[in-house]
């Protein structure tokens, strides 16, 4: 393999960000929220900053590393999964199905 | 009107019959029964055909120009990228404000997003002007292919924006029924998702 890192690099960021999108969700679930206009704003501006840090750490990735194209991939693909989930709620196609049954 | 009411249950459904007596109600305007989940499928089928447009443009980027790379302004990069993922922020805390029927907050997130989109718009161009590669080279072709569709969609999400935020002042929408909002809002996050790809495809790969 010619770069070993992503050996670790690629589970590590995988782990990591099923971590940070576990993390949002207990954390969204953790509290008793106030209200629930509090609980969207805070659940988009976490995404919010996951989608800053990993931008941050796709950009340092590409200055640092020579071939991060498969890191880039992954971090990409998080980002979107977060917006997607976050932003777009795009389980609420499900659960406007299940409302209409 | 009588007779198309009393004829709908022949027709075969409470639903049409339904979508006739309330769109001529009280009210006098359009008062359609609403089907979120059709509008929420319609809208996320769309999102999956212009997926495939934008992932053509996205192979065709490493078909053309492999893993190299022109020179690009990686600070601008990176400071559009920020902007674009800032603009998904108000504007979905804009649509958080309209379902909580709070409309100068809504109209304020609305205004900053279409702020952002501007901006973000900006920056393509100015990097389109002083881009150091030609429209003929493979990189060129593929970088001003991918920004230029892209930016199509960031100025027709702005101009859609902007319609919201006219309506809005003029009292449309509520806590209850802001599918418009919602609609043009994700349309905006799906930009941002495309955005995503994008930007490591053009700026920090090779």
Do not use: C
């Amino acid at each position: 393999m010619e770069n070993p890192e992503l050996l670790f690099g690629v589970p590590m960021l995988i782990i990591g960000g099923l971590g940070l999108l576990v993390a949002i969700e207990l954390l969204l679930a953790g509290e008793a929220p106030k209200s629930k206009a509090e609980t969207a704003v805070r659940a988009g501006i976490m995404a919010f900053v996951g989608l800053g840090a990993a931008t941050i750490g796709e950009y340092f990735l590409a200055i640092e590393m020579s071939q991060p194209m498969v890191l880039l991939i992954v971090i990409a693909v998080f980002k979107a999964a977060l917006i997607v989930q976050f932003f777009m709620h795009v389980m609420r196609v499900r659960d406007a199905h299940a409302e209409e049954e | 009107m009588a007779a198309i009411t009393q004829q709908t249950p022949a027709l075969g459904g409470a639903a049409v019959h339904r979508a006739v007596v309330s769109h001529n109600g009280a009210a006098g305007h359009h008062d359609e029964p609403q089907r979120p989940a059709m509008k929420q499928l319609g809208l996320w089928l769309f999102f999956v055909s212009e997926s495939f447009l934008f992932a053509a443009l996205l192979t065709a980027r490493f078909y053309l120009a492999g893993t190299g790379r022109g020179e690009v302004n990686q600070l601008l990069g990176l400071g559009i990228t920020s902007i674009l993922l800032l603009s998904s922020l108000t504007a979905y805390l804009s649509e958080v404000s309209i379902a909580q029927g709070n409309r100068g907050a809504f109209l304020l997130y609305l205004f900053l997003t279409i702020v952002l989109g501007v901006a973000f718009a900006g920056g393509v161009a100015f990097e389109w002007t002083t881009a150091e590669f030609g429209r003929s080279e493979p990189y060129g072709t593929a970088f001003f292919s991918m920004t230029g569709l892209h930016a199509s969609h960031v100025v027709s999400g702005v101009g859609m924006l902007g319609l919201v935020y006219y309506l809005g002042m003029r009292g449309h929408f509520s806590a209850k029924d802001h599918w418009g909002v919602e609609a043009v809002v994700k349309y905006w996050h799906f930009v941002d998702v495309v955005w995503v790809f994008f930007y490591p495809a053009l700026y920090l790969i090779g």
